[in-house]
T-cell receptor, first 113, second 113 residues
Framework: DTGVSQDPRHKITKRGQNVTFRCDPI?????LYWYRQTLGQGPEFLTY????????KSRLLSDRFSAERPKGSFSTLEIQRTEQGDSAMYLC???????????FGQGTRLTVV | DQQVKQNSPSLSVQEGRISILNCDYT??????FLWYKKYPAEGPTFLIS?????DKNEDGRFTVFLNKSAKHLSLHIVPSQPGDSAVYFC????????????FGTGTRLTIIP
């Protein structure tokens, strides 16, 4: 399978714990995005990488959130001191160039209890 | 503010008939529009896109129409099939370099056999 891969698919964590998600984009795609989707809403942009450089962060990305893309390959999204409001589907997407479609992974469903 | 709006949360269509999903946007800087289909617990799947220099794009059973003066686009599916039952998201991006997507809230399409 050469699509976008996300791991884990599901994560249940206790409030206050740290969690980390991984995204493996399509190999030749230089642009990588993280989005968050809550019930009844469309995905909302969190952050954007071009190769290894994080070029934009949404104001939704509080200081408890950090993302990396070492060597411009896979990316990780870490949430520290999780809160119940962090419960959502976290989606990763990648694309190759301008005016092309973004391909999404299957998402990581986070539940904070 | 919601820059991309899908005002119909749900739509039911008889199998074999045409499904028409609508989307409005407010940001005149958007220049690339996409439709994604989403099944529960999966990531969005790209369906079709259109650049702002066009007013129609067709791919098999799917056609997207863009009316820039009205800031409106629509997705036509004909003929509708049971497998088309899903949530459909309209998304837009602009000439901002990052090409992040701004999504609507989605329309749940149900095809009635």
């Amino acid at each position: 399978d050469t699509g976008v891969s996300q791991d884990p698919r599901h994560k249940i964590t206790k409030r206050g714990q740290n969690v980390t998600f991984r995204c493996d984009p399509i190999s030749e795609h230089n642009r990588l995005y993280w989005y968050r989707q809550t019930l009844g809403q469309g995905p909302e942009f969190l952050t954007y990488f071009q190769n290894e450089a994080q070029l934009e962060k949404s104001r939704l990305l509080s200081d408890r959130f950090s993302a990396e893309r070492p060597k411009g390959s896979f990316s990780t999204l870490e949430i520290q001191r999780t809160e119940q409001g962090d419960s959502a589907m976290y989606l990763c997407a990648s694309k190759l160039g301008a005016k092309t479609e973004a391909f999404f992974g299957q998402g990581t469903r986070l539940t904070v209890v | 503010d919601q820059q991309v709006k899908q005002n119909s949360p749900s739509l039911s269509v008889q199998e074999g008939r045409i499904s028409i999903l609508n989307c409005d946007y407010t940001n005149s800087m958007f220049d690339y529009f996409l439709w994604y289909k989403k099944y529960p617990a999966e990531g969005p799947t790209f369906l079709i896109s259109i650049s702002s220099i066009k007013d129609k794009n067709e791919d098999g059973r799917f056609t997207v129409f863009l009316n820039k003066s009205a800031k409106h686009l629509s997705l036509h599916i004909v003929p509708s099939q049971p497998g088309d039952s899903a949530v459909y998201f309209c998304a837009a991006s602009g000439p901002f370099g990052n090409e992040k997507l701004t999504f609507g809230t989605g329309t749940r399409l149900t095809i009635i056999p």
